[in-house]
């Protein structure tokens, strides 16, 4: 059983585009998180949800918009994506702040 | 703003070798994590220490946590091709919002 998942695994699209990006965890945890991982492997969060509310929120683009319908899921939208916006994507979940994260989701933004 | 600096970011070693990678904080942290990552995977935690001065061992891993909660580091005695791979320290600060900031990572090369 797979703890925390993601779809898609990699994501090929045009600049402009929107796409979302799905996260599920079956740990039952109450924090969930979306950093972004760039090419030089450094890892930045963006957004972190306890049970549904969000509670960080970095300084990144109103372009990207979280969305947790129930506190198992946390998805990511983004709008008129960028050159800029290629990078991995990884969900996360935690009770007790260790990080359990998801494969990853590799954005390619041509 | 708090900020993780790790040092170096890249080490190749040949197998059979050590390797030791540093964390440093720019404020005391209430803990510290150590992740792994390896090529085309995702970060996948190691170890947790919260005490100053504190040391763990995991086979041929020893973390350590500065006595002042500033910095910790990784040893890897005998490198091995599995030990391949990019790890990640990360740190709560004193305050533990929930926030973990990561150091860069270094990226462990080990030639066989």
């Known amino acids: 059983d797979t703890a925390v998942s993601q779809t898609p695994k990699y994501l090929v699209t045009q600049m402009g585009n929107d796409k979302s990006i799905k996260c599920e965890q079956n740990?039952?945890?109450?924090?969930m998180y979306w950093y972004k991982q760039d090419s030089k492997k450094f890892l930045k969060i963006m957004f972190s949800?306890?049970?549904?509310?969000?509670?960080i929120n970095e300084t990144v683009p109103n372009r990207f918009s979280p969305k947790s319908p129930d506190k198992a899921h946390l998805n990511l939208h983004i709008n008129s994506l960028e050159l800029g916006d290629s990078a991995v994507y990884f969900c996360?979940?935690?009770?007790?702040?260790?990080?359990?994260f998801g494969p990853g989701t590799r954005l390619t933004v041509l | 703003g708090q900020q993780v600096m790790q040092i170096p970011q890249y080490q190749h070693v040949q197998e059979g070798e050590d390797f030791t990678t540093y964390c440093n904080s720019s404020?005391?942290?209430?803990?510290i994590q150590w992740y792994k990552q390896r090529p085309g995977g995702h970060p996948v935690f190691l170890i947790q220490?919260?005490?100053?001065?504190e040391v763990k061992k995991q086979k041929r891993l020893t973390f350590q946590f500065g006595e002042a909660k500033k910095n910790s580091s990784l040893h890897i005695t005998a490198t091995q091709t599995t030990d391949v791979g990019t790890y990640f320290c990360?740190?709560?600060?004193?305050?533990?919002?929930?926030?973990?900031?990561f150091g860069q990572g270094t990226t462990l090369q080990v030639k066989p």
């Open positions: 996360a979940s935690s009770r007790t702040g260790t990080q359990y």
């Open positions: 740990l039952g945890h109450d924090t």
């Open positions: 949800y306890n049970n549904k509310e969000l509670i």
């Open positions: 404020t005391t942290l209430s803990n």
């Open positions: 220490l919260v005490k100053s001065g």
């Open positions: 990360a740190g709560h600060g004193s305050g533990n919002t929930g926030k973990l900031i």
